[in-house]
């Protein structure tokens, strides 16, 4: 059977009715309300912060004695800028993130599909992946210099074990969420195996598998402070960890908001991506 064929009649059985796409009609963006909303929550914690740490608030479990002030954070912030250092910093970090997230993106959803599908699969594979997800990044670290010949190669694959679980849940999730009547429907029509997995599993499954990639490109930056403390002379985490070893407590939370800003930029923009592969949704209507 023909892909054409199968894409002329799958979708018109997920095909919402007039009704309801008219109820599924395209979300305008955020109103000016929901923006200021949002920037005011932002400027209130800013502000706590601000209150906190100049009256060097201590209660008792919690103490703001020595947390630098949102201002001191910014002049530190501002000579890092200056600072040519900053981009050796960024560009390492990117690469050894990017790196470990897109193996891990290949293996996860590979084995996502493999495993959401195929009880013989699940069986074999699901076990010993369970018993590896709970490890966490830092209990990879003599591991993964003993298995690497190279630091480099091993701070990759830190953020490789933090990018994988959620991009391979996710992606059982939606494999196993494919509708039997797609599945049935395809078959129907002649589809055989690699038909109705590049046709209607693949294609159900985008929105889990896209949602399980933006998560592990959070947690990839969740893990690079780990996988930096390894070797190395740059990177984000590598400036964050040698600050605390410093004591200097400003370039400390400026460590901290650079991968917090560059981990949710970067999952933004694979979420945009997953959009753009998926246009079905940008008109309201899911498989």
Not at 7 to 15: E, F, H, K, N
Not at 148 to 167: D, N, Q, R
Not at 263 to 287: D, E, N, Y
Request: contains cysteine; charged residues 15%; proline residues 6%.
């Amino acid at each position: 059977m023909s892909s054409a064929a199968i894409d002329a009649a799958v979708p018109a059985l997920a095909a919402p009715s007039a009704p309801g796409r008219r109820r599924l009609a395209h979300r305008p963006g955020l109103p000016l309300r929901r923006l200021a909303l949002r920037a005011g929550a932002l400027g209130l914690g800013l502000l706590g912060w601000h209150l906190a740490a100049s009256h060097r608030l201590d209660l008792g479990l919690v103490t703001f004695r020595n947390v630098p002030a949102p201002l001191d954070v910014a002049r530190a912030l501002a000579a890092l800028v200056q600072s040519p250092k900053l981009g050796a910093h960024i560009g390492a970090s990117l690469g050894r993130v990017l790196g470990g997230f897109l193996v891990a993106l290949a293996a996860g959803v590979g084995l996502g599909l493999a495993i959401g599908r195929s009880r013989t699969a699940r069986d074999l594979l699901l076990p010993p992946l369970e018993v590896l997800r709970p490890i966490p990044a830092v209990a990879w670290i003599p591991l993964a210099i003993l298995m690497f010949p190279s630091s480099e190669l091993s701070m990759v694959f830190i953020t490789f074990t933090g990018a994988l679980f959620p991009i391979l849940l996710n992606t059982v999730h939606g494999a196993e969420g494919v509708s039997p009547r797609l599945v049935a429907s395809a078959r129907s029509l002649g589809a055989r195996h690699w038909a109705i997995l590049r046709e209607v599993v693949i294609p159900s499954a985008a929105q889990s598998i896209v949602t399980g990639a933006a998560i592990g490109m959070g947690t990839a930056w969740f893990c690079l402070v780990t996988a930096e403390m390894i070797s190395g002379q740059y990177g984000i985490g590598y400036f964050t960890w040698e600050s605390y070893t410093l004591q200097n407590y400003d370039d400390i939370v400026v460590g901290m908001l650079l991968i917090g800003l560059l981990g949710m930029g970067s999952s933004a923009l694979v979420r945009a991506a997953g959009r753009l592969a998926m246009p079905w949704t940008r008109a309201g209507i899911r498989s």
